[in-house]
């Protein structure tokens, strides 16, 4: 079995679509208050710019773990 987690976080650009990163093994001792000022300095700084236009406003963020189980794995 193998363990992974990823960070996702979600913004709104203006064309009111959402807008998704995923950060690949964040550390482990990362807060929600670093998160936050993380995803409003990205709006604030204009960082990213989207096909919908620029990120306006930060949605959520979820951590996610997963699992993976190998269950066959061919001669």
């Given at each position: 079995m193998e363990k992974r987690q990823a960070l996702r976080l979600t913004w709104r650009n203006q064309a009111g679509r959402t807008y998704a990163i995923t950060i690949n093994n964040p550390v482990d001792d990362v807060t929600p208050e670093q998160?936050?000022?993380f995803m409003n300095m990205v709006v604030q700084k204009?960082?990213?710019q989207s096909s919908g236009g620029d990120l306006v406003a930060a949605v959520d963020a979820h951590l996610v773990?997963?699992?993976d189980y190998d269950l066959y794995t061919p001669a």
């Open positions: 998160i936050e000022t204009n960082i990213i773990n997963t699992e």
